[in-house]
């Protein structure tokens, strides 16, 4: 027999399936001699009051045992000799195109501009050790795409449940842990992803796909209204359809498409800096404990969002337990983001804490970067021009290396310099400096009424123990690369599919992933002339 149950328990009693059998005994009646197993399928934490539950969803198996796999593992068929389409960048939205057309019978040409996963290790140690940033093998490019040495959180504001069950499904047949499946916020780890993206690579080779590393694409070849391929830097040319997955980081591609007068539009974007606190204080602030999480709650999370004169000012992209990293993709170029480990087991806590742009307010003088030209918002690349003026001026402000410009919190809000700073994740290092001086007021005023209003709703956020690493601008893509809202092409360019962050339709790894899996649907429908569904 089969019983289900929602449950609301102590940590302790959720952490293992002995506690939970004892506690199925004593609430429910049970004989723990009959319970031959337990499912959670469900598993989510209530912080809310003094008394920190564990919220569970549970399956109990009395006197039979479990015969349904938690999921459905995808027979990938060999595509060798069927129809190419080329899929350019090989991040989440290109890997799960290339999934997808193999799944459609279709072979996938991966073409990625970086390194493999292990090779790319090396490099992101690089940037530490020597202070260089390898302008094709970073944070941002390389097999994984940004997503490889991300925090790896998989969850999504996308409401297409079925779509999502399925991306999450596909991460666990690629060796991702099957919590994920069950947790209300799904997590791998930046220590488990890379084998997960290996496992990936191996399926697309084994069904006959392609994947070529330390290829970039340098043009779409078109002929008329039609791209029919790719031509690489070592002047290689790929015939097929094209999908465009190159991430928000890819200027290049951005550049060659405005040149091309290939319809983009601008976007907004947010901008702000990393906050980084002892991962103790956030446990204790929101477990509403001075001993912090104890045995049993993972590091704890928090979300913040208010508006200040009428932009938005929110937490982005929270890894409790985590690292801030120096994310750049280029010389000359400061730019910081966060990752954790799948233990969320270090000593900090940080967030991406930023202020919405839109692409208008780039006439704003307040808005306007120290050294930078005057911006009007009248160029499509405008807002990308933006991120890399202040990126620019960051590493000037960090010492023209990666170490990075910092400020304690409360001295931000307050206006005065730092006369020393707290003990950080960042390993290339950090400086003083007073980004209440030098970030654009139309920022950091918003930032700073910001940090006051979270700190009012909780207790102990706005302190001096937290530190400000300059600057996160790598939210979201500067520029949407148009489409058709139906056959997901480009808007005039057919055979062309703007995939994922960089085209402007996801943001976040599952997204990303989702979009991969539409555009390989699209891709398909334009090889066989069928009607999209
Ligand atoms: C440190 C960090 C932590 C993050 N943490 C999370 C998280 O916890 N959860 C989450 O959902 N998101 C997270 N993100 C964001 C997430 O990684 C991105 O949203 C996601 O990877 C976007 O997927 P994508 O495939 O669209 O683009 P990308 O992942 O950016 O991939 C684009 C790929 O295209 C390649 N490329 C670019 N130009 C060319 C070219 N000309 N030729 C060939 N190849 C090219 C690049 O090398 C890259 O591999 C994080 C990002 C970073 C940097």
């Known amino acids: 027999m089969i019983q289900e149950f929602t449950l609301r328990v102590l940590p302790e009693v959720a952490a293992n399936e002995h506690n939970l059998k004892e506690y199925l005994k004593q609430e429910k009646g049970l004989s723990s001699q009959d319970i031959t197993a337990i499912r959670v399928f469900k598993r989510s934490i209530d912080a809310r009051q003094r008394t920190v539950f564990v919220n569970l969803s549970v399956r109990v198996f009395l006197n039979e045992m479990p015969d349904e796999p938690t999921y459905r593992p995808i027979a990938y068929p060999i595509v060798d000799g069927r129809p190419a389409v080329i899929v350019v960048g090989a991040g989440p939205g290109g890997l799960f195109a290339a999934l997808r057309l193999i799944e459609l019978g279709l072979r996938p040409i991966v073409v990625e501009r970086g390194k493999d996963v292990r090779e790319r290790k090396k490099d992101l140690a690089q940037i530490s050790r020597m202070q260089v940033v390898d302008p094709e093998s970073n944070y941002s490019f390389g097999e994984g795409g940004a997503g490889a040495y991300s925090d790896g959180k998989l969850y999504t504001r996308s409401k297409k449940r079925g779509n999502v069950e399925k991306i999450l499904s596909v991460f666990c047949q690629h060796g991702a842990s099957e919590s994920i499946l069950v947790d209300a916020h799904p997590h791998i780890g930046t220590d488990k992803l890379p084998r997960v993206i290996e496992n990936i690579r191996r399926t697309i080779l084994q069904c006959g796909g392609e994947v070529h590393f330390q290829t970039r694409m340098d043009a779409l070849v078109l002929e008329g209204d039609r791209v029919i391929g790719i031509r690489t830097d070592s002047g290689d040319l790929y015939r097929g359809a094209v999908i465009l997955a190159t991430g928000h980081s890819a200027r290049d591609v951005y550049r060659w498409l405005a040149e091309n007068q290939v319809e983009m539009e601008a976007k907004g974007i947010a901008v702000g800096v990393r906050l980084e606190h002892p991962a103790k204080l956030i446990d204790c602030m929101q477990y509403h404990n001075k001993e912090g999480r104890g045995a049993y709650l993972p590091a704890a999370e928090y979300s913040f969002v208010t508006q200040v004169a009428g932009r938005g000012v929110y937490s982005f992209c929270m890894c409790p337990g985590g690292f801030v990293v120096p994310a750049a993709s280029g010389p000359e170029q400061l730019v910081v983001n966060g990752m954790s480990p799948s233990s969320r087991g270090s000593q900090w806590s940080n967030s991406g804490m930023v202020v919405e742009l839109h692409p208008e307010d780039l006439s704003d003088k307040s808005l306007r970067v120290e050294g930078g ?5 009248s160029s499509v690349l405008d807002v990308m021009h933006f991120q890399e003026q202040l990126e620019r001026l960051c590493w ?25 700073l707290p003990q950080s994740s960042y390993a290339p290092g950090l400086l003083a400096s007073p980004l209440h001086f030098w970030m654009p007021s139309f920022i950091s005023a918003r930032l700073a009424e910001g940090f006051r209003i979270f700190g009012r709703n909780a207790r102990g956020f706005l302190t001096n123990e937290a530190v400000m690493i300059g600057v996160e601008t790598r939210t979201s893509a500067p520029v949407r690369i148009v489409r058709d809202r139906v056959t997901l092409q ?3 360019l057919k055979g062309l599919f703007p995939c994922g962050e960089g085209a402007g339709y996801a943001g976040g790894i599952v997204s990303a992933a989702i979009d991969g899996e539409r555009c390989a649907e699209a891709a398909a429908c334009f090889l066989t002339g069928s009607e999209p569904q």
């Open 373 to 377: 030209e005057p911006l009007s918002g």
């Open 396 to 420: 000037q402000q960090g010492n023209r290396q990666q170490t990075a410009p910092a400020q304690r919190m409360y001295d931000f809000c307050t206006k005065r310099l730092s006369a020393d």
């Open 490 to 492: 480009h808007i005039r």
